[in-house]
């Protein structure tokens, strides 16, 4: 009997403290602020044009790294998306 009150305790306290720790949150959690958004910046490049024109639904397609033409063997070869700003730009996180 004493091991399943102290069970009950332990649950009751856990879930007091839980709701109280996700209410409280959002209140003290610092909003993040973005930066505009550099691909739309006039004078930017890409590889594909269509990973900078702004639509979400567009799809564009990475390049393989030079050098990977050998399917068998580089089936695992890197591919990028060059994107070319006219200025340089302080760059903490890039959203895909």
């Not at 649950?11 to 602020?33: D, H, K, M, N, T």
Request: glycine share 6%; aromatic share 10%.
């Amino acid at each position: 009997m004493k091991v399943q009150s102290v069970y009950l305790f332990f649950f009751l306290a856990l879930s007091i403290v839980s709701s109280y720790g996700c209410s409280i949150l959002p209140r003290v959690s610092v909003e993040q602020a973005w930066s505009e958004n550099y691909a739309f910046a006039s004078g930017t490049q890409a590889n594909d044009p269509a990973i900078i024109d702004g639509n979400p639904e567009t799809i564009g397609q990475s390049q393989y790294v030079e050098g990977s033409a050998d399917v068998v063997r580089d089936h695992s070869a890197p591919s990028e998306a060059v994107v070319i700003l006219p200025e340089p730009k302080p760059i903490h996180r890039v959203v895909i």
